[in-house]
């Protein structure tokens, strides 16, 4: 028995070693092939990217876009369900448009769309940035087998749009739905304690959490904002297919152009072609014989292209690698997402990484102008004001400018307030100026459904303020409205100081209200309906800059370490997303969000896309 012991134990250690050899070579192997495809990533980025003459632009934006994309060394791996997830990135959109339209290699644009990604106000850029693109006398055409509602949006900029004959496209207005939790808080025995602006009856973001349904504000303020979007949206659709506003919401009313044959007779688009039927006309329209003979390139590709111009000049001394910093430079800081305190990332907004980021730009003598892109439906309070004030000292010292995305609300708008000049979009969605706390109870779900009782003794009166564990008491609520109606103010005064507005005024078009930005113009909210291209200019024109470079804050990190930090956790989020769907993992995500709700906040409830 002895022996067989020691030999069971001395097998047990050999299979513990050997395991965690085979565990250490696995990594290192794992690590030798991550580096090896970071290097060929590299490699091939490195590589030229030759445009002929006659070349088409193939653009498909099939990954979500943001207003910055990583940069992914991967995106091109395919790592099965363990892949990371890609992104495309507006500002990257922007220039390589840009760059089409000047190129006199390009012809045209083929878009072949489905769905996209992304929010309304950063279609409108690419929309903008596409029209601008014709204005040099080059066409865009789509071809695309179903056209979602946003997809079709886009492609209105076309000089022609083909759908597949057994395809599907949508036209169909704007919906915004929320979700109610107070039928299951009640089932819990959960009690959701709410405290917000004592006038703020539009503050919606605590409704889901005490009502079943809207309340009669905040339905007249959601009729109200999408009324306003949607005409913006119809208008454009109006003026470049020829078909009249009224027209358009009959056939959004009946659903028509789910028919695609429907749609091609009302010119929704232009016609049904199967795909060798849209070759054969791109070959037409390009006077070749054979489909091989056209000169297509994606966008992914073209956009590390050089132009002419760059190409000889690295050709003749190799500018690009003794080309120095500039000393005259305009700072884009990039705030995406909710708002919290201390660091965040490439999807969140940390009041410690924002405010670094600014500060870095003040600091530098050869950035002479800042303009911060915000693209966030609010967030933590304090973090808010930690962000407005280094604003605020960057303000002082350069020309300071704001471009809003698909969304600056709340505490959103927060961290705007006090730029010199806000861009926003006409679909931006923005105001919301406004302040609540929420505090759960759990005091009956822990006694009646958990069995758990709590008991405390303190040193002084209230040194129990607000805990979860029971209703809080009459002088606990005023004492919290308090705090909530004192933030409100300080955000009013902020608000009135930067817009150059009475606090009166400022309530009027508050209390928590949401605004389009097309309204928020009309009531003083922003200064000018444009994208980010325009408030670039305008810094640099406020900074009396002609010749100038832009940089990117927060700086990026490094493709290597971005993708060994998050590769856990986008296998993660890849597995779920594959395992939830794609609508299921969208409420999976609201709901991870309200588990952020800590303090008191200045966030906005509700998401639209333009699906």
Known sequence: MKQFLKNILSSAIGFILAGGILMIISFAFFAAMVASFSAMSFSAGDKKVKVKDHTIVKIEFDQPIVDRAERDPFSNVDFGPFKSVGSDGLNTILKTIKKAKEDDRVEGIYMNLSSIQTGMATLDEIREALLDFKSEGKWIITYSENLSQGAYYLATVSDEIYLHPQGEMMYKGLNAEIM???????????????????????????????????????????????????????????????????????????????????????????????????????????????????????????????????????????????????????????????????????????????????????????????????????????????????????????????????????????????????????????????????????????????????????????????????????????KLQESVDNIYDTFLGHVASGRGMTKTAVDAIGQGRVWSGSDALELGLVDTLAGLNAAIDYAAKMANLEDYEVTEYPEAKDPFEEFMAQFSAQTKTSLIEEELGEETYEFYQRVKEVKTIEGVQTRMPFYIDLY
């Open 180 to 478: 109610f939790y107070k039928g299951l808080l009640d089932k819990l025995d959960v009690d959701m304690q709410i405290v917000r602006g004592s006038n703020n009856k539009f503050k919606s973001a605590v409704e889901p959490f005490i009502y079943t349904e809207m309340s009669d504000a905040n339905r007249e303020q959601m009729q109200k904002l999408l009324g306003s979007l949607w005409e913006h949206i119809s208008t454009n659709v109006a003026e470049a297919r020829g078909i009249t506003y009224g027209e358009l919401n009959v056939i959004a009313d009946s659903l028509m152009v789910i028919d695609p044959a429907k749609a091609s007779m009302l010119k929704v688009i232009d016609g049904l072609k199967y795909k060798d039927e849209f070759v054969t006309l791109l070959k037409e329209k390009m006077d070749v014989e054979d489909e091989d003979d056209l000169e297509l390139i994606s966008f992914n590709k073209y956009k590390s292209a050089k132009m002419k111009a760059d190409k000889e000049e690295d050709d003749d001394d190799d500018a690009s690698d003794s080309k120095s910093k500039s000393d005259e430079e305009v700072a884009v800081i990039y705030a995406y997402g909710s708002i919290h305190t201390g660091k965040g990332d490439a999807e969140s907004i940390g009041s410690e990484t924002i405010a670094k980021a600014i500060r870095e730009a003040r600091q530098d003598s050869s950035i002479k102008a800042i303009v911060m892109r915000v693209n966030s439906p609010g967030g933590s309070a304090l973090a808010s004001d930690i962000i407005w004030r280094e604003a605020q000292l960057a303000k002082e010292a350069k020309p300071f400018i704001v471009s809003m995305g698909d969304y600056a609300a709340s505490g959103g708008y927060y961290i705007s307030c006090g730029a010199d000049r806000i861009f926003a979009n006409p679909n931006t969605i923005t105001g919301s100026i406004g302040v609540f706390g929420m505090i759960p109870n759990v005091q009956g779900l822990m006694e009646n459904k958990l069995g758990i009782t709590t008991d405390n003794v303190k040193t002084n009166e209230n040194a129990g303020y607000i805990t979860g564990s029971r209703a809080l008491t009459d002088f606990e609520y005023r």
